[in-house]
């Protein structure tokens, strides 16, 4: 058990789970999407996040992660007025899906040329988070390391061209996890990466085209969205 286990995250309180992590789930929910110019942000509110997250701080903390704080930020406590002032779109619903983790969101994102994500993920204590699913794909995605995330055609060759242009970078693979929906439709593979810096728009662009099959890259940096 590491230090941090005992004492628990550097963070705006009260709860690690309910706050921390909420602002940690934000983060890395945003930099799914990207920097792409937003219409909407719809966030679902499942469990306990749901009947708890006034009391907890559960919804200024979410939206901070969605604007970039950091757990640690002062500005978490008046987040939502935050928000408001600079034009955030964003709006809460509650709604309970059996079987979903008991401290979780789904974010819908919608942009202003009408594209969408849906992310789904839950706080699992102690500040620890993990994504679950991106747009029906399940994933399991803990942004302790930075990560990349392809979504693809599922056709022979991604898998050995990704792990190819890393290797020529010197890049190690920590983990690589791949998804599929069905044979020969979407997947999408996941892969959290041994590096000191963060992956940057050069690696994105090699990967988005390291094999046609490839539609889109997403970069996950360590926490989120800051590198």
Known sequence: MGFLDIIGPVMIGPSSSHTAGAA???SLARACWGDAPLSNITIFLRGSFAFTSKGHGTDKALVAGLMGMSPEDGGIRTALETARKKGFP??????????????SARFSFTGSDGTTMDVIGASLGGGA??????DGFSVKISGEQPTLITFHRDVHGVVAAVAALFAERKINIASMTLHRRARGGLASLVAELDMEKTPGSEL??????????????VPLYRGGRTP
């Open 90 to 103: 964003f709006r809460f619903e509650i709604e309970q899906i059996d079987g979903a983790h008991p401290n």
């Open 129 to 134: 988070v993990e994504l679950q699913e991106i």
């Open 204 to 217: 994105q662009r090699a990967v988005e085209t390291a094999h046609p099959a490839i539609i889109r890259v």
């Open 24 to 26: 940690r789930l934000g």
